[in-house]
């Protein structure tokens, strides 16, 4: 199955985004072990979107080790700004596992192997809220109406996807329902952008509000929730299908399963405020795959 | 009265001080205004250099995003850049697009994206990088965005130069507090100097006015100012004056009793003569009396002689009293007064055969308003100098006139001519140098004389050869009237 990737929207000057990624891509971080030599074996390549807090250094550090020890070989963390370039990355195989976003999984379901999702206070569910200034009194969501909106990822389940299929089912798309959208490409940065009214509402994954209301409630402090959806799958980790027997994959579902019970995994999940991996049925993300369907049906 | 004479009535001792004052107030003056001309230019350029800075790297931050219109890239790079720019404390910046559309703003609250640019944004710069508004205390710089040579956006950044203002005004208060010190501290120091450098100035001027008083003293010795070798030597000429002064005084002062002793001897003189001569005819009338007293009217002519004889020598005293007696010199004058120099200046006369001329108009009245014994002790002298320069058997003469107002009385002698270093005595506005010379004392006498009576003398040309000197010498004012009555 081939679907197109790209969602954002052209550039001026008929530049697309694609043109750009390529310097962009450049210039973002590539966080891995040391150059390798050849006599070396070839290291385990995990990506990660932006799914997740932020680009913390120490998390990273810590992931790192950890898979590297579970994964008895070197773990390299392949980052990159946006789910589409990490979604292209894993399908076409030059990764061998990411941690993905819902939407893209269901995308690509024929692609991708679920290896675990995390669970989030108990369950392997989060939502997606949608957000504006603190001193804004609107009834529900349709008093968004007119708003610069800022959207995270155009192949974000909660940044994007749950407030499409929320316009498409009232018959509503983004571009007539607000004055003007743009993508942040990164869940913090939606909170920012309607903190400082650069846009003054937001799609933001739930899961990363509430454990920025822990970390940063000053900044969290000067939005407000307006709706919350129902419970959806947790962006899950997942591999492409043809690496399904891969013994490195499966280690790392055994690694991912079994963090909890580890030291150095223990400080992967406090940092995240996850408590675990767990492997799920893909079907948990069917009410995801539910969506897209109605985005395609109503457009 | 002018500033400038106003300046000149202050005295020198805080004259130059004030003036010390005002030439620093001008000096700081100047210096503060060039050094904050000097810091304004350099904080500018300072400026200039720190927003040239700040736009050359958020230029090259956003350029790609203003490309793509992202407007949280161009956002984000915003508000990071805001907190790596302290130095220029950027408060506002605004990227729009070529259509002058918002794209963000580091206070999107303010001015929203995808809002149009307020036109007085534009109205804010000029070609200068950094335009300030110095009553808002803000700097505006733009920088156009290009790429591949085509215009894509720009740039509209705000800063705050408040602080450099801040800075501006506290150089200026270090610079008045400083400068005020110093020309406290010059005109203080100044003050003191000139006191110090006119305090033997001061001595001198003190001494010389007390000798303008009549008080002349010599500067004592601690008032010499030790280690002063230019003042030390004019104290030193100052009191060599004073005591060359003083001897002068002295020496005229004895020259003066000497000439009055002189005087008083040829009077004397004249007085044992005058004394003299009826004492033959006294004793030959004793005599008479003695051998023919018996006799009758030989007695009776004989004491009439006697009489007579002992009235004329009673007259010559009488007249010496009146003239040597100061107690009597105050009273208003009288023909007597007159009538006394004939009968003393009668011996003189008689002596050298002289004649003379006396004529006196009193002008009906018996008692003149000018004070009698000056007046007679100046004729006295002049009558006197008047016989001794006449030659023997010459004729002197006084003619006394007293009209409403003054006493004019001239006196003419024969002699050879009055020499001008001694009638200056007379006549000079100033006797001094004649007077120094030594000679005419008689005259400075009655040089004093005229002057105290407030007249004035004349010297003028005998018709028969020799001098006339005319005194002319005026009423006392309180009395004009009661005498013209």
């Known amino acids: 199955m081939s679907r197109k990737l790209t969602y954002g929207p052209s550039f001026a000057n008929g530049v697309t985004r694609r043109d750009f990624t390529g310097g962009i891509a450049a210039s973002i971080v590539t966080i891995g072990l040391p150059t390798q030599s050849n006599a070396e074996p070839t290291p385990f390549k995990f990506g990660l979107t932006p799914v997740f807090l932020s680009n913390d250094l120490e998390l990273l550090g810590h992931l790192r080790t950890y898979l590297a020890s579970k994964l008895d070989g070197p773990v390299e963390l392949v980052t990159r700004r946006t789910y589409q370039e990490i979604t292209a990355l894993l399908v076409s195989g030059q990764i061998q596992s990411a941690w993905i976003c819902g939407f893209p999984y269901v995308q690509f379901k024929n692609e991708l192997d679920l290896v675990a999702t995390p669970i989030w206070q108990g369950k392997p569910l989060y939502q997606s809220y949608l ?130 019970n580890d030291t150095e995994g223990r400080k992967v999940l406090d940092l995240l405020r996850l408590d675990g991996f767990v492997v799920t049925d893909p079907t948990l993300f069917d009410t995801i795959a539910a969506k897209v369907e109605i985005v395609r049906q109503f457009g | 009265m002018t500033l400038i004479q106003r300046l000149r009535s202050i005295p020198v001792s805080y004259r130059v001080p004030l003036m010390v004052a005002l030439l620093m107030v001008v000096i700081s003056a100047v210096i503060s205004v060039r050094v904050l001309d ?90 200068k990088n950094v335009t300030i508004d110095t009553a808002k205390l803000l700097g505006f710089s733009r920088r156009d965005l290009t790429y591949q040579g085509q215009l894509i956006g720009t740039i509209h950044a705000t800063f705050d130069v408040s602080h450099l203002f801040a800075e501006r005004r506290e150089i200026l208060v270090t610079l008045l507090i400083t400068n005020g010190v110093l020309a406290i501290l010059f005109s203080l120091g100044g003050f003191l100097l000139v006191r110090q450098m006119i305090g033997p100035m001061r001595v001198l001027e003190n001494h010389m006015r007390k000798a303008t008083n009549g008080t002349v003293e010599p500067i004592a010795a601690h008032e010499f100012p030790k280690g002063d070798s230019e003042v030390t030597g004019l104290f030193e000429g100052y009191n060599a004056l004073v005591h060359a002064e003083r001897e002068r005084a002295n020496f005229a002062m004895q020259l003066a009793e000497e000439e009055k002793l002189s005087s008083l001897g040829r009077l004397a003189s004249g007085m044992a003569h005058e004394i003299n001569n009826p004492l033959g005819g006294l004793f030959n009338a004793l005599d ?168 004035m003398a004349k010297i003028g040309q005998n018709s028969k050869g020799g001098t006339v000197v005319t005194l002319v010498l005026p009423f006392e004012r309180e009395n004009v009237g009661a005498n013209a009555a």
Do not use: C
């Open chain 1, 131 to 260: 957000i504006a200034k603190n001193d804004r009194e609107i009834a529900d969501w349709k008093g968004l109406k007119g708003d610069i909106h800022a959207f995270s990822d155009p192949d974000s389940n909660s940044g994007f996807l749950v407030t499409r299929a929320l316009l498409a089912e009232n018959r509503l798309r983004p571009d007539n329902f607000f004055s003007r959208s743009f993508f942040t490409y990164g869940h913090r940065n939606i909170i920012r952008a309607v903190a400082s009214e650069l846009a003054q509402s937001g799609s933001v994954d739930g899961y990363v509000y509430e454990v920025m209301r822990e970390t940063e409630p000053d900044l969290i402090a000067q939005t407000k929730i307006i709706r919350k959806s129902e419970w959806l799958g947790f962006p899950p980790i997942a591999s492409p299908k043809s690496l399904a027997f891969d013994p490195r994959v499966q280690a790392l579902k055994q690694a991912l399963v079994t963090m909890k």
């Open chain 2, 38 to 127: 000097r810091l304004s230019r350099t904080q500018e350029s300072f400026l200039d250099g720190l927003a040239e800075t700040y736009l050359d790297g958020l230029s090259s931050a956003v350029v790609p995003a203003v490309l793509r219109e992202d407007v949280w890239e161009v956002y984000d790079t915003l508000d990071r850049s805001s907190s790596s720019y302290k130095a220029l404390a950027p408060i506002e910046t605004i990227v729009t697009g070529t259509n002058r559309k918002v794209l963000a703003a580091s206070d999107p609250g303010r001015i929203p994206a995808y809002s149009d640019l307020p036109s007085g944004y534009l109205a804010r710069y000029s070609v």
């Open chain 2, 288 to 455: 008479t009396l003695k051998k023919h007293g018996s006799t009758p009217g030989v007695s009776d002519i004989s004491i009439n002689l006697i009489e007579r004889g002992l009235a004329g020598i009673r007259d010559v005293v009488g007249a010496a009293l009146a003239t040597y007696r100061p107690e009597r010199s105050q009273r208003p004058m009288i023909e007597d007064d007159l009538g006394d120099v004939q009968l003393l200046l009668r011996p003189e006369l008689r002596r050298k055969r002289q004649t003379l001329d006396w004529e006196v108009s009193w002008n009906g009245t018996d008692v003149l308003p000018i004070k009698g014994g000056p007046v007679r002790q100046a004729v006295l002298n002049l009558m006197l100098n008047a016989s001794a320069v006449t030659p023997e058997g010459g004729a002197v003469s006084l003619k006394a006139v007293a009209s409403a107002e003054v006493l004019t009385i001239s006196i003419a002698d024969e002699g050879p001519g009055m020499p001008s270093t001694i009638s200056g005595i007379l006549v000079d506005q100033d006797p001094g140098p004649a007077v120094r010379a030594g000679r005419g004392l008689g005259l400075w006498m009655v040089r004093r004389v005229v002057d105290e009576l407030g007249g």
